[in-house]
C-alpha cells in the first residue's frame, strides 16, 4: 500500500503485512458538536483502519480528546458552565455520532488531564536539554534551539509567525523570548483549572498534550500519525520538536497523514465563520450508509465543498448496493468478480483512493443486479460486494452499526459522564 506523507511530500510505500500499524490521530476539543468537517476526517482514518486490518495488518489505533484548552475554558465561562462538564458532554455527543456513522473505536482513547504527570515529564526533561525555558511560572519551547523546526509543514519562518498566530499563539507574551516559541506549560490565571507543577500552579499547552499521550500509550516512535490539514503547522510540527527532542531518536512518526479540510457555502467549515454542517441534524435526515458513501466519494487529500444535492444524489445508490446484496441468485455460470476486486484493492493502494473505490463498488452493484436477472450465481459476488462495502464502513442491510463500534466506543463513553448542561 502507498500513502503520501506530508513529511517528504511524497506517496511511499507502507508494507503492513504481519505487523501492528501504531496510529496516532488527533482527537476532538469538545466544546461544541460534530461537524461534518470532523466526520470527514475520522471516517477516513476508519477506512484506512478498516483496509489495513483487510491487508492483514493489526493497526493499535489511539485517538486523543483534549479535554483542557482555551477553547474549553472559554466556551465553559461563556455558557456559566463547568469546563469538565462542558468537556465531558460534548466528548460523549461525537462517540455518539461516530458510533452512527460505524467508525471503529480507536484502542486507547486517553484524555489530557488524565496526562499532567506525563507532561511535566516532557517539560522538564526539555529544559533540561536546553529546549525549553522557564518564565514566570510558564514554560515554553524555544524554536532556535530546534534547527529542524519547518521539516513537516515546509513553511517559510516568516510565514510560520502569521499561521501560528491564527491558530492560538500569543506573539506579545512578554514572557516569551522569540515570538514563534510556544507554550508548554502555562502559569495559572485568574480562576483557570490549574495543576501544581514545579513552575507553579498552571496547565499544560495544546501541542504537548499530544506528544505526551502519544508516547504514554505508543513509546517514543509511532507508524502513522494523523489528524485534519489545519492541524500540520503548528501543532504537529510543534509535537515533533517536543518528542524527537524529548525521546533523542531521529524520528517521531514515520508517515504524517492529514485530511483535507471540507467547505460549506465557499468557506472552510469551522465555527468561528458559523457554517457548520452538524452530523447529528444529518442524522436526522440521511441513512448513515449514504454519509458515509458521500464522504468515501471525496478524496481525503482533496479539499471539497459539502451541498445537500450531492449527498441526496447518493441515496439511490445506497438502495441499490443493497438491493445488489439481497439480489437472489440463480443456478447459471458464477458471477466472476476477480477483476473488480483487484480494481477495488489497487485504488485503496494507491494512497487510499476511495472515490474509485466506491465507484468500484457502486459498477459492481450494477453488474451483481445484471447477472442476478440473468439467473446466474452471484452468492460470491454478493459476498465480495458485502466485504468491500465494509472496508468503506458501510452496513448495507444489517440493522446499526457494528457490534464491535458499539462495544468499543461503549467502553471509552463510560469515562464521560455526562449530565444536563442546562442550556
Ligand atoms: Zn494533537
Redesign the pocket.
Known sequence: MKLYNTQSRQVESLDPQDKTVRL?V??ITPYDTTHLGHAATYCTFDVLVRYLEYRGAAVNYCE?V?DIDDDTIREAKKRGTDWRALGNYWTAHFMRDMIALNVRPPNHYPRATETIAEIIEFDKTLIEKGFAYESGGSVYFHVNAYEKFGQLSHIPRDEMLTIANERGNFPDDPKKRDPLDFVLWQAQVEDEPAWDSPWGPGRPG??I??SA?NYKTFGPTIDIHG?GAD?VFP??EC?IAQTVNFTGEDYFARYWMHAAMVGYEGEKMSKSLGNLVMVSDLLKTFPPDSIRLYLAKHHYRQPWEFTFADLEAGMAECSELVQAACAPSGDGRPMDVSDSRERFENALDDDLDSPVAARELCELADSILEHSDARRDVSEAQMWLRRAASILGLRLDAYGPEGRVREGWGRHLNRFPTEDLGA
Open positions: 496516532y488527533c482527537g486523543n483534549t495544546w501541542h498534550e499530544c499521550m489528524g492541524l501543532h504537529h509535537e
